[in-house]
């Protein structure tokens, strides 16, 4: 089993965008120290939910400051970027960290993120798929070039190479977020792992990886790739010793900054948006995941594993929005935690 965080910098009521950042940097140079396997990195932009807006220039910086750890986003919103660019980045960083960089890349939403990048609402309904191909097409050939509705360019090489390493693999892996029967079958007709929500319980995570499989199958995608598709769960984790004052401590802290945080997303067309209640959706999150005990926390992580045959997992430990309370978190993750799993 392979345990991450996932790291948002959300910004706290009362907060300053800074004081985020730098609980984000620390909860991923702590990660490291306690032995978890990656850090995933969330990419929002102009919302105080999550602070970071480049979730590819986070990951350089914290590629540089680490030597085990793997870095991922989670994600890069792939209509608000050239996918070429983004391509480039995440070639140079998978050379550079000699493979320990992941793709995380998702559709994101219909936000004024697409009125201010010059994107277009179409770029979000409609698109992604031919956005992801030439990503893909990208990260493993040798030169590219295009002729889409949307992308259209001259051949040219493709500078630096990822196939160029001295890594396990020919390029970077690349996971997508998957929140509806669409996407689930978008990934797995190219073969490419999900990274499943954190709102999302057991048994609907469970359908959509029975989904991704029964439809790549039927697209010929080759039986190893399927078995060994390496899906990513995302959860909230908070460890106390007992349940309740670890649910407290979420309980106390999250409602606020996800009011806040929700609040402040604008649609690029004006259309009805609804927000999920902060305190129920909260509540949810501590029944979902693991919020508890060392002990119960473990058996939470277990379980899902075994109801869903998803065995990597982005938790999300920042959920205190206190600096010391996150390493701490953290610390216990490693060193109460992950010691039951192995």
């Not at 390029?171 to 996407?183: D, I, K, L, Y």
């Not at 469970?206 to 078995?227: K, S, T």
Request: hydrophobic share 45%; aromatic share 4%.
């Amino acid at each position: 089993m392979r345990v991450g965080s996932f790291v948002l910098a959300a910004q706290f009521p009362g907060q300053g965008e800074g004081e985020a950042l730098h609980r984000a940097v620390r909860s991923a140079e702590v990660a490291e120290e306690s032995g978890l396997d990656t850090v995933w990195l969330a990419e929002h932009h102009f919302v105080p939910y999550g602070t970071c807006p480049s979730a590819v220039t986070l990951a350089a910086m914290l590629l540089g400051r680490t030597r085990r750890l793997r870095v991922g986003t989670a994600v890069s919103v792939l209509p608000t970027v050239h996918p070429v660019a983004l391509g480039e980045q995440a070639a140079l960083l998978h050379v550079a960290s000699g493979g320990r960089f992941s793709l995380g890349l998702g559709r994101g939403g219909p936000w004024v993120d697409l009125e201010v990048f010059g994107a277009g609402l179409e770029a979000y309904e409609k698109g992604f798929p031919e956005a992801l191909d030439l990503l893909m097409r990208w990260l493993r050939e040798p030169s590219v070039g295009a002729d889409g509705e949307r992308y259209r360019f001259r051949e040219v090489p493709v500078v630096p190479r990822p196939s160029e390493a001295l890594t396990e693999t020919a390029g970077p892996e690349v996971v997508v977020a998957c929140t509806s029967p669409s996407s689930v079958r978008l990934a797995a007709e190219r073969g490419l792992p999900m990274l499943l929500g954190m709102h999302v319980g057991d048994e609907e995570k469970a359908e959509m990886v029975a989904l991704w499989r029964r439809h790549a199958r039927a697209c010929g995608r080759p039986a190893a790739e399927i078995d060994g598709a390496a899906h990513v769960s995302a959860g909230v984790c908070q460890i106390a010793d007992r349940r309740t004052d670890a649910a407290e401590t979420l309980m106390k802290a999250m409602p606020g900054w996800l009011k806040q945080g929700l609040e402040a997303h604008v649609t690029v067309d004006g259309r009805e948006r609804r927000m999920r209640d902060p305190l129920a959706y909260t509540e949810l999150l501590c029944g979902l995941h693991p919020v508890g005990t060392p002990r119960l926390c473990a058996d939470r992580l277990a379980a899902t594993s075994e109801r869903t045959g998803i065995s990597r997992f982005a938790l999300l430990v920042e959920g205190s929005g206190d600096l010391a309370a996150t390493e701490e978190n953290v610390r216990r993750l490693g060193a109460e935690v992950l010691p039951q799993l192995a």
